[in-house]
């Protein structure tokens, strides 16, 4: 069964500065991996996603994520972080192949924490 | 656009009283799933379902069951509720990639 794990529960960053939120996923199958955004007391916002193709997916806000599949990772991106990224951020992965539906697992989440 | 609708924002019920969450989609996805979100512990599947009549235990579907008798609606089931099934339930749909999701429901058992 899929797993995702987070690697960072919470993240500091001062504002303009860039920043990484970490996710590894279990298995090396043919996946969908999905970044949502969690703004506070607001539902879940799909950020970014990888279907097939290239590796470096972009989203909205100027995120972007790259998928390693040796590495089996999806790490997300910004170059310079704004208040308004304070939030908490989720990665998620589904097995494409799956005959059954697409079950989405996902990781604990990371809290991003923009300082002035 | 795609809407995902839970029936309650809010609910407080009683321990022990059966209790019905809601959820229902406008986009004729496959896919359904129903979520509980705590502090420190992300997403938890509770149940999928990935079509009429059929579902999987997710991770975490003990005193849950679930019921989908038409395509657009997904039923999440607390037999039997308890206080430590006071969280957040978030519905979810999908065609086969990435979900959508309403807006969770919170519910409160004491």
């Known amino acids: 069964a899929q797993s995702v794990t987070q690697l960072d529960s919470q993240v500091p960053v001062f504002e303009e500065a860039p920043v990484e939120l970490r996710c590894n996923y279990s298995?090396?199958?043919?996946?969908?991996l999905f970044w949502y955004v969690q703004y506070p007391n607001q539902g879940l916002q799909l950020l970014l996603k990888y279907l097939s193709g290239s590796t470096l997916v972009k989203g909205i806000n100027g995120f972007e994520a790259e998928f390693n599949k040796s590495q089996t990772s999806f790490h997300l991106r910004k170059p310079s972080v704004h208040i308004s990224d304070t939030a908490e951020y989720f990665c998620a992965v589904s097995d494409r192949l799956s005959e059954y539906g697409n079950k989405l697992v996902f990781g604990a989440g990371t809290i991003l924490r923009v300082k002035s | 656009d795609v809407k995902v609708t839970q029936s309650s924002r809010y609910l407080v019920k009683r321990t022990g009283e059966k209790v019905f969450l809601e959820c229902v989609q406008d986009m004729d996805h496959e896919n359904m799933f129903w979520y509980r979100q705590d502090p420190g512990l992300g997403l938890r599947l509770i149940y999928f379902s990935y079509d009429v009549k059929m579902k999987e235990k997710g991770d975490i579907p003990e005193g849950y069951s679930v019921s989908r008798e038409k395509k657009e609606r997904f039923s999440l089931i607390l037999e039997s509720a308890s206080t430590n099934q006071t969280s957040m339930y978030l519905c979810?749909?999908?065609?086969?990639?990435?979900?959508?999701f309403g807006q969770g429901t919170r519910l409160t058992v004491v």
């Open positions: 979810a749909s999908s065609p086969r990639t990435e979900a959508f």
């Open positions: 298995s090396s199958v043919s996946v969908y």
